[in-house]
């Protein structure tokens, strides 16, 4: 069935380090993917997007990598600075007859100063 | 432009009571989709609605109920409230339907529900 997942559920990096957040999908089907990060008391903040016919995109110190081959994805966050501190979510969607958007557990992000 | 609003931010009920939240999106979008996040479950797709018309729904049981005004508002309710309703319920608003093609997610702050 659909299932979106996270490798690692937390993850530390020192201040000015880049990270890397992994995420894998199981619906080959997918054909849309987003990146959400989510601060304390807030709601999911759109970060980044990817369609399944790109396989990278870059943001502001953010790059979205996607191998379908494997059905991986990967959040890089560059010189993570404090305030990245936060659970960052990947979501699945099917643009041809999908019912939702599928979003894995997450994965909390701790910048160590 | 404002961003999704949700009111209230928290909510307190007992069992068996019944509980409206209410989400206003993103100025011009026509999709409203509604979120249930429980540390256990994660983010739970609810149901979501266009143009006065509910497209899509979850897995959730009859309780639950929404719709949506001409305005493009959107309101939720819960019936008869159980124990594990006790979640932070978010509302979402996008330009498109979510399964007419790539359009993120704009997500409110969320409703705290706590009930007891």
């Known amino acids: 069935g659909e299932s979106v997942g996270l490798h690692l559920p937390t993850l530390s990096v020192q201040e000015g380090d880049n990270s890397i957040i992994n995420c894998a999908y199981s619906n080959s089907a997918s054909d849309y993917f987003i990146w959400y990060k989510q601060e304390s008391g807030k709601g999911p903040q759109f970060i980044i997007d990817?369609?399944?016919?790109?396989d990278k995109r870059q943001g502001q110190r953010v790059t979205v990598l996607l191998n379908k081959t494997v059905k991986h994805l990967s959040l890089q966050i560059a010189a993570t600075q404090p305030g990245d501190s936060a659970v960052y979510f990947c979501a699945e969607n099917m643009s041809q007859g999908a019912q939702k958007l599928v979003f894995g557990q997450g994965t909390r992000l701790t910048i160590n100063p | 432009k404002a961003g999704v609003t949700q009111t209230p931010r928290y909510l307190i009920k007992t069992r068996g009571q019944q509980v409206t939240l209410s989400c206003s999106p993103i100025?011009?979008?026509?999709?409203v989709s509604w979120y249930q996040q429980t540390p256990g479950q994660g983010l739970q797709f609810l149901f979501e609605?266009?143009?006065?018309?509910?497209?899509n729904k979850g897995n959730f049981p009859g309780r639950f109920s929404g719709r949506q005004f001409s305005n493009s508002r959107s309101e939720m309710n819960v019936s008869t409230l159980e124990l594990g309703d006790s979640a932070l319920y978010l509302c979402?608003?996008?330009?498109?339907?979510?399964?007419?093609?790539?359009?993120?997610?704009?997500f409110g702050n969320g409703t705290r529900l706590t009930v007891t």
């Open positions: 990817i369609r399944s016919n790109m």
């Open positions: 979402a608003s996008s330009s498109i339907p979510i399964d007419r093609g790539n359009s993120p997610l704009h």
């Open positions: 609605y266009f143009s006065e018309t509910q497209r």
């Open positions: 100025s011009g979008h026509r999709s």
